[in-house]
């Protein structure tokens, strides 16, 4: 069975600093990674993904994410961080055989001016 | 690209009523699914269409929600007999029809149900 594991419930960084939200998951074969950002009272809006090629992928918004198969992640991360990246953030996983994404239950990112 | 468009944003209903929701994906779009999120989690998986094919529903659909795509173009998602249960963010989304599977699904703003 497909899942998504997103360890933190919030994570918190200063203007200016590097973050990364954390996320790993679980499906039976090479697994199609996606990031997504959702703003208050919004949808999700599609950040990056990961299909298969560099396990470096870059995104909107300066975001880029890293396919760590051996450990099974794909944490999303950004060199410097904006008041405005504050948002709840999504990691989500396709098995190649079904035709749905899995949600993590998310994480919230606080920036601080 | 208007976007994926959900009516009504924000839905109140008494418990008991039947409500219905509408969702009007990308035109190009073949695929149209439907989520559900609870404050606090990830969207659920509760079904989804390939044009007005349903293809697939969550064990999450209980027999009291019904979804439609008649024409392969807008769909609706109704629920009767709401519960307090019930009251989530409803998202749709869509994408184009990709064999390989790559393509994001583009989201709706949802449309929030509150049963009282």
């Known amino acids: 069975a497909q899942s998504v594991a997103q360890p933190e419930d919030q994570v918190n960084v200063a203007e200016g600093n590097p973050l990364t939200v954390k996320c790993t998951y679980s499906?039976?074969?090479?697994?199609?990674l996606f990031w997504y950002v959702q703003y208050p009272n919004r949808g999700l809006q599609f950040l990056l993904k990961?299909?298969?090629?560099?396990?470096l992928v870059k995104g909107s918004y300066g975001f880029e994410a890293e396919f760590n198969k051996s450990q099974t992640s794909f944490h999303l991360k950004k060199p410097s961080a904006l008041v405005s990246d504050s948002a709840l953030y999504f990691c989500?996983?396709?098995?190649?055989?079904?035709?749905?994404?899995?949600f993590g239950a998310g994480t919230r990112l606080a920036v601080h001016p | 690209d208007t976007g994926v468009s959900q009516n009504p944003r924000h839905k109140i209903t008494k418990r008991g009523q039947n409500v219905t929701f509408r969702c009007d994906p990308i035109?190009?779009?073949?695929?149209l699914y439907w989520y559900r999120q609870t404050l606090g989690q990830g969207p659920e998986f509760l079904t989804y269409?390939?044009?007005?094919?349903?293809?697939?529903k969550s064990r999450l659909l209980s027999d009291r929600f019904s979804a439609e795509r008649p024409k392969g173009s807008f769909s609706t998602l109704e629920i009767q007999r709401t519960e307090q249960g019930d009251s989530a963010m409803y998202l749709c989304?869509?994408?184009?029809?990709?064999?390989?599977?790559?393509?994001?699904?583009?989201f709706g703003n949802g449309t929030r149900l509150t049963v009282t």
């Open positions: 990961y299909i298969t090629g560099d396990n």
């Open positions: 989304a869509s994408s184009p029809t990709d064999r390989g599977g790559h393509s994001p699904l583009h």
């Open positions: 499906v039976s074969g090479n697994p199609y």
């Open positions: 989500a996983v396709r098995d190649p055989g079904y035709n749905k994404l899995i």
């Open positions: 035109s190009e779009h073949n695929r």
């Open positions: 269409f390939q044009n007005e094919a349903q293809l697939e």
